[in-house]
């Protein structure tokens, strides 16, 4: 790698790293702590490399290409344990469900629309639903969890409403693991589209203008969410037609998730 290519490459990884380690120093992380979590991921992007794959010794190739000893590559290999993100499971399970109350013929009326379920009474209620889309989780657990996001209300017959097709976590320790899911996913885009040819790049596109009033701020926030929301349930229209969870006549072979982000950024002009 040539100096200029490192050079930017520094700069890069330190606009990147710089609101992560707000987020960080806010709640406490302290840098030692990071360090250790950086090596681990180290250690695991590096054990993902063909080169390392097919190796039956690979500790000192790891240690080569991250500049961790053996030991410590050893170490972080026996001892330390990342908790799995559990976010990306809870928000698909969720979605599973909103999308069969919208798509199956049982939990829909005659416009095939969500309709009112009860609770758990009859073979189109509220337990059916979540027991048909959700897999194994407790039904009451996951009714308190789509009432706590806004996705369902509790009518006053006792039946339960459809709202909304998202889901929206509300506490601080889901929002954080959204940093877990949605950046990588951007990240990984962007790397992508750096090593491979523009004819085969994924869709990444931007619009930003560094002269704008405050006093106009209002307006266009309300022009971009309701343009993005409508763009959103657009996709996802479009997109849950072809998902097996979804749609169960779907046939195919392999599995990808996919899909399409959409965030609205503002900050001081010159501020990175």
């Given at each position: 790698?040539?100096?200029?290519s490192?050079?930017?490459l520094?700069?890069?990884t330190?606009?990147v790293?710089?609101?992560?380690?707000?987020?960080?120093i806010r709640?406490?992380?302290?840098?030692?702590?990071?360090v250790?979590?950086?090596?681990?991921?180290?250690?695991?992007?590096a054990?993902e490399?063909?080169?390392?794959?097919n190796?039956?010794q690979p500790?000192?190739?790891i240690a080569?290409?991250?500049?961790?000893?053996?030991k410590e590559?050893?170490r972080?290999?026996e001892n330390?344990?990342i908790?799995n993100i559990?976010?990306?499971e809870k928000?698909?399970?969720?979605?599973r469900?909103?999308?069969g109350w919208?798509n199956?013929?049982?939990?829909c009326?005659?416009?095939?629309?969500?309709k009112?379920?009860?609770?758990?009474?009859?073979e189109?209620?509220?337990t059916?639903?979540?027991?048909?889309y959700?897999?194994?989780m407790k039904?009451?657990?996951?009714?308190?969890?789509l009432?706590?996001?806004?996705?369902i209300?509790k009518l006053?017959n006792g039946?339960v409403?459809?709202?909304?097709?998202?889901y929206?976590?509300?506490?601080?320790?889901?929002?954080?693991?959204i940093?877990?899911e949605?950046v990588p996913?951007?990240?990984?885009?962007?790397e992508?589209n750096?090593?491979?040819?523009?004819q085969?790049?994924?869709?990444?596109?931007?619009v930003?203008y560094?002269?704008?009033?405050?006093e106009?701020?209002?307006?266009?926030?309300?022009?971009?969410?309701k343009n993005?929301h409508?763009?959103?349930?657009?996709v996802?229209?479009?997109?849950k037609?072809?998902?097996?969870?979804?749609n169960?006549t779907?046939?195919?072979?392999?599995r990808k998730?996919?899909?399409?982000?959409?965030?609205?950024f503002?900050?001081?002009?010159g501020?990175?």
């Amino acid at each position: 790698m040539s100096n200029q290519s490192q050079q930017i490459l520094m700069k890069v990884t330190m606009s990147v790293l710089k609101p992560l380690v707000r987020i960080l120093i806010r709640r406490g992380v302290a840098i030692g702590m990071f360090v250790e979590w950086l090596k681990w991921v180290y250690v695991e992007v590096a054990k993902e490399e063909k080169e390392i794959k097919n190796l039956k010794q690979p500790n000192t190739r790891i240690a080569v290409l991250t500049g961790l000893t053996r030991k410590e590559v050893k170490r972080i290999q026996e001892n330390s344990e990342i908790e799995n993100i559990s976010l990306a499971e809870k928000k698909n399970r969720s979605l599973r469900v909103l999308a069969g109350w919208q798509n199956d013929k049982l939990f829909c009326d005659d416009k095939n629309k969500a309709k009112d379920l009860n609770y758990d009474e009859g073979e189109s209620s509220f337990t059916v639903l979540v027991n048909k889309y959700s897999g194994d989780m407790k039904v009451a657990a996951f009714y308190q969890e789509l009432l706590r996001t806004g996705s369902i209300e509790k009518l006053k017959n006792g039946k339960v409403r459809f709202l909304n097709s998202g889901y929206t976590p509300i506490d601080e320790v889901e929002k954080l693991k959204i940093i877990g899911e949605d950046v990588p996913q951007l990240i990984k885009t962007i790397e992508y589209n750096i090593e491979n040819n523009y004819q085969n790049s994924l869709y990444q596109k931007k619009v930003s203008y560094d002269n704008i009033p405050e006093e106009v701020i209002p307006e266009i926030k309300r022009f971009i969410n309701k343009n993005s929301h409508e763009l959103i349930l657009k996709v996802n229209d479009f997109l849950k037609q072809y998902d097996r969870d979804a749609n169960d006549t779907v046939k195919g072979s392999g599995r990808k998730k996919l899909g399409l982000g959409v965030f609205y950024f503002e900050e001081n002009a010159g501020e990175n």
